[in-house]
């Protein structure tokens, strides 16, 4: 199976910025649509950002203005852009994207393994 490689999460304070990168590693597999989730401790998974085959975006209404998710085709990457940061952001965050091979055919979507936000109240 692919592998994902999620990067970029850690310990900031209230106002400061990330950037999560999630990459396909050694395949010639491509990302074709991938979102971004997050579950903070004691609740349920959720989907913050999301961009479509098509480049269409929609962000979970908590993080719109603040966060943007982008693709990187030629790196096979996407990243989620998280500025001014708040204590209610803490949690895990999960990319999940959609894989196709060199015809562009959908085979599966797959997540990472997840990379850590925390931001001190």
């Known amino acids: 199976q692919v592998q994902l490689v999620e990067s970029g999460g850690g310990l900031v304070q209230t106002g400061e910025s990330l950037t999560l990168s999630c990459a396909v590693s050694?395949?010639?597999?491509?990302?074709?649509?991938g979102g971004w989730y997050r579950q903070a401790p004691g609740k349920q998974r959720e989907l913050v950002a999301h961009?479509?085959?098509?480049?269409?975006?929609k962000y979970v209404d908590s993080v719109k203005g603040r966060f943007t998710i982008s693709r990187d085709n030629a790196r096979n990457t996407v990243y989620l852009q998280m500025n001014n940061l708040k204590p209610e952001d803490t949690g895990v965050y999960y990319c999940?994207?959609?894989?196709?091979?060199?015809?562009?055919?959908?085979?599966?979507?797959?997540w990472g393994q997840g990379t850590q936000v925390t931001v001190p109240s």
């Open positions: 999940n994207v959609d894989l196709v091979d060199e015809d562009f055919e959908y085979l599966y979507d797959q």
């Open positions: 050694g395949s010639a597999f491509s990302i074709n649509a």
């Open positions: 961009i479509s085959p098509g480049g269409n975006i």
